[in-house]
């Protein structure tokens, strides 16, 4: 019995003393940075307010400008990129509102 006791006396000292080094680990200093401000706004166009809500939590406007002019089939193969790869939260009913947009503001027929 006084062996268990023995044992377990040990296992916390071993514990407390893992707790202690990890208490006392120091971390790196916060390293603040700046983000340059967007060259682009999401300007006026069919459900701006939809790909505003829906795109610009991940991303600033300057992304489907340089993707440079695409179809349809092509903004609606990015936008369930987007989905898909990313995780982007875009509702099935969302997505031709958000490929209406884009052919407004860079889209080629």
């Known amino acids: 019995m ?7 006396f040990a296992l916390l000292l ?7 080094a990890s208490a006392q680990t120091k971390l790196p200093n916060k ?8 060259e ?6 069919p459900n701006q307010n939809v ?14 400008y340089n993707q440079g002019p695409m179809t349809r089939a092509q903004w609606t193969a990015e936008v369930n990129k987007m989905r898909g ?3 982007a939260n875009i509702s099935d009913a969302d997505v031709p509102k958000i490929v209406d947009y884009l052919m407004t503001i860079n889209g080629k027929p």
Do not use: E, W
């Open 14 to 20: 071993v514990a407390g003393a893992a707790l202690g």
């Open 85 to 87: 790869a990313y995780k």
């Open 31 to 38: 390293v603040s940075i700046q983000i340059p401000p967007p």
């Open 40 to 45: 682009r706004t999401f300007g006026p166009g």
């Open 2 to 8: 006084m062996r268990a006791a023995g044992l377990g």
């Open 51 to 64: 790909v505003m809500a829906n795109c610009l939590v991940c991303h600033n406007a300057d992304y489907p």
